[in-house]
């Protein structure tokens, strides 16, 4: 903050601390409207302070414990064997997984859960005033309420998974935990659905971390997860599944009162982000939610120029603060146009036609659409409709945020 303690303050201080009889230093940064520095989110680098703990420690021999954004411990490590600390503190991947130092001590890195700096279920929980949890880890916060061994099942069932989400795979690793006999089939390619495809925006790539950990420990599990395979009648035949588990999230929704939504140049930002579509180098972004303005992001960082519009009087309102703080400082960097309190009237071959704050025409190759998604629930409710035993999760249940996802998949592995 401005007029704050610098570096070189806290060296002139230390020695002084020192002499008094301290037993080590524990060097971190930021108050609270620097929030960022305290509990830093995925737009801040790895081991970001090491620098400082090295600079403390040339000015005492005390130990020197460095902490901020260490979700690995291999960079921990390579910042101890730098000589830069003498011990790391791990805050929040704690949270994300307990077992961090075991797993580590045995090398199973395949086997971590590492977290992604979202700030959700942590510090997101805590500012409003409910108890603290992790998004990826369903038993943080809830030890005794859900013990660490699954319950086995007295009857073991044969369960299908549709759907390579976040829910789908948090469903299939519980419910085999539990004993279940389970398959997952996937009709894309890659498994973690609309999770995987927010990995793609600037500084959201370790979400795909998570996916192949669900991934691996299906692994470890023996459950088959079957690729590029879409379910159909006959193959539930086939399979004959005591139940289903439909996990097959959500669809983009294309507001079709707007004149032109269905033209050839609208795509949405799931297209995208999927690389299923290439964008002009001028390009309208419609819905400025967290996931609109993480495609303005990407596409401002690969050199388009970006209008962000949105019908509100701000943008990421569904994002935590400090991940948000990081959205709107790389939007700023990137040059990203956004418009406010603004809608759209219109959209033609070649603009936008906009009014409210902004009254006007903007110029526009490609216009893509991010106003929310509406569950997938056709496959769930004919197969009901047959007298199958059908479960509904995640987005497909209701359209939220990954913590619902995976909880919803963890109690429903538990309960069958």
């Known amino acids: 903050m401005t007029g704050g303690r610098t570096i070189e303050d806290t060296k002139a201080i230390v020695p002084y601390l020192d002499k008094a009889g301290i037993s080590y230093v524990h060097v971190s940064a930021g108050v609270y409207r620097s929030f960022d520095a305290v509990i830093p989110s995925m737009y801040t680098p790895h ?30 490590e390579e910042v101890l064997e730098s000589g830069k600390a003498d011990i790391v503190a791990f805050g929040r991947q704690s949270l994300a997984d307990p077992d961090t130092p075991n797993k580590a001590r045995e090398g199973r890195f395949d086997d971590l859960k590492t977290c992604l700096g979202c700030n959700h279920g942590c510090v997101g929980n805590l500012m409003q005033n409910i108890p603290g949890s992790c998004v990826l880890n369903p038993r943080t916060g809830n030890e005794f309420q859900y013990s660490e061994q699954a319950p086995k099942a007295k ?21 085999a935990q539990c004993g279940h006999k389970v398959s997952v089939f996937e009709k894309n390619r890659w498994a973690g659905g609309q999770f ?10 370790e979400m795909v971390n998570f996916i192949n950990w669900q991934l691996n420990e299906l692994k470890k599990l023996d459950v088959p997860v079957n ?35 269905d033209g050839s140049n609208v795509v949405t930002s799931l ?6 579509a290439n964008t002009g180098a001028n390009v309208v972004v419609i819905g400025g939610g967290s996931v609109g303005a993480e495609t303005a992001n990407h596409l401002a960082s690969n050199l388009r120029c970006v209008t962000l519009v949105e019908m509100l009087d701000d943008i990421a309102m569904d994002e935590q603060i400090v991940p948000r703080w990081g959205l709107l400082a790389d939007l700023k960097k990137n040059e990203v146009k956004i418009l406010t309190s ?18 006007g025409e903007v110029k526009a190759d490609t216009i893509v659409i991010s106003v929310g998604s509406l569950p997938n629930t056709a496959f769930a409710d004919a197969l009901k ?13 209701k359209v939220g945020l990954v913590a619902k996802a995976i909880m919803d998949g963890f109690l429903l592995g538990r309960a069958l």
């Not at 549709?162 to 948090?170: H, I, K, R, T, Y």
């Open 227 to 261: 690729f590029e395979t879409e379910v159909n009648e006959a193959l539930v035949e086939k399979e004959n599944p005591e139940v289903i588990i439909a996990a097959t999230g959500a669809t983009p929704i294309i507001p079709k009162k707007i004149k032109g939504s």
């Open 342 to 359: 603004t809608t759209v009237k219109e959209i033609r071959e070649n603009s936008v036609v906009l009014s409210g704050a902004f009254e």
């Open 155 to 175: 009857q073991p069932k044969n369960v299908m998974v549709v759907g390579a989400g976040p829910a789908g795979l948090s469903a299939a690793i519980s419910a």
């Open 271 to 276: 297209d995208v982000l999927s690389g299923k």
């Open 385 to 397: 409709a047959k007298g199958r035993d059908v479960r509904i999760i995640g987005d497909a249940g």
């Open 47 to 76: 081991a970001w302070i090491a620098d400082l703990a090295a600079s403390v420690k040339q000015v005492t021999n005390l130990p020197i414990i460095t902490v901020g954004r260490y979700s690995d411990p291999r960079i921990a």
């Open 196 to 205: 995987r495809l927010g990995a793609v925006p600037p500084a959201k790539g």
